[in-house]
């Protein structure tokens, strides 16, 4: 387990230890959240990096990651515990065939902790060996509006109660992470309790020292054409913009194609590595193709 970061400058260097490659306002709202034990809340497009972070900081910090994935419909039974019923169910049939009379007994131990399913805000509560965990909830736009207040209740004290059991209580809260792709706005009460970051797509620089640092493997003039083509084509009127994600996953497809640099031809047999919707890709017909290229190399010549 490694000691939380001193200084911004050391927040900074330990993002970058786990290949996250962080601009100045990221790595301070990370150094405030690790000092001042805050929520951090990241909005931004999907594919720029949010959830990333709490992946970095979990193996940087040497914590467990632990994550909640959300979507429509999520409830507590997913997100904080359930019992066990087939395992209930079994052990009923168990006491009956043995002929216990104790119902009060059985009862207690039907809702004991054997029984207990925990689900990722409960592990996230619980003392870890190597300290209190990542506890990464991905994608918060996802879920209803009751169970952001329920997150809400849960992060301000970093509590929950289990009727059965009683409340239990983080004896040192998580790092939380809470990522959103704003499908929907997030409650303001809920923001008020966080460090909140905007994640923009970056600039030249940092997105080419991201790909250097993601895909290696690839030379430095690919790189460089990469870089710049996809920065050409988020100005383009599109569906959805290819986010870093895309451009890392898209110079992995050329380096296994063992290409050298970019041509029309390239482009357009490798774009559904960068665009994820029929509309975009058909946009792109062979001029729009060569187009982009052209200005691309343009702005790096």
């Keep these: ?55 970095a900081l979990s193996q940087a910090l040497g914590r467990r990651l632990i994550r909640l994935q959300c979507y429509e419909g999520l409830d507590v039974a997913s997100a904080v515990y ?46 870890q060996p190597e300290g209190p965990p990542v506890l990464l909830v991905d994608e918060l736009d996802r879920t209803d509006e009751p169970f952001e207040a329920f997150l809400l209740e849960a992060l301000s004290d970093f509590q929950v109660t289990i009727p059965e059991l009683g409340t239990i209580r983080a004896e040192k809260p998580p790092i939380v992470v809470i990522t959103s792709n704003r499908t929907r706005e997030v409650h303001d009460a809920l923001k008020r309790r966080c460090l909140y970051h905007w994640v923009d797509y970056p600039d030249f620089e940092r997105e080419l020292a991201i790909l250097k640092a993601r895909a290696p493997e690839a030379t430095e003039a690919l790189s460089r054409e990469v870089v710049a083509f996809v920065q050409r084509l988020r100005g383009e009127d599109l569906f959805k913009k290819p986010g870093v994600a895309e451009s890392i996953d898209w110079a992995k497809c050329l380096v296994a194609l063992d290409t050298v640099a970019l041509s029309p031809q390239v482009v357009a047999d490798t774009l559904g590595a960068l665009l994820k919707y029929q509309d975009d890709i058909a946009r792109l017909q062979n001029a729009e193709v060569t187009r982009l290229l052209d200005e691309a190399r343009a702005g790096i010549g």
């Design 82 to 127: 359930e019992w066990n019923f087939p395992a209930q169910m079994v052990a009923i049939r168990a006491a009956e065939a043995e002929g216990q009379a104790d119902r009060h007994a059985l009862t207690e131990e039907l809702f004991s902790e054997r029984f207990l399913i925990r689900r990722p805000l409960l592990q996230a509560m619980e003392p």
């Design 1 to 55: 387990m490694s000691a939380l970061p001193a200084s911004i400058d050391a927040a900074q260097a330990l993002l970058a230890g786990a290949g996250y490659v962080a601009g100045r306002g990221l790595s301070t709202v990370v150094f405030l959240a690790l000092k001042l034990g805050r929520p951090l809340f990241l909005e931004g497009e999907a594919g720029v990096g949010k959830t990333e972070i709490a992946k």
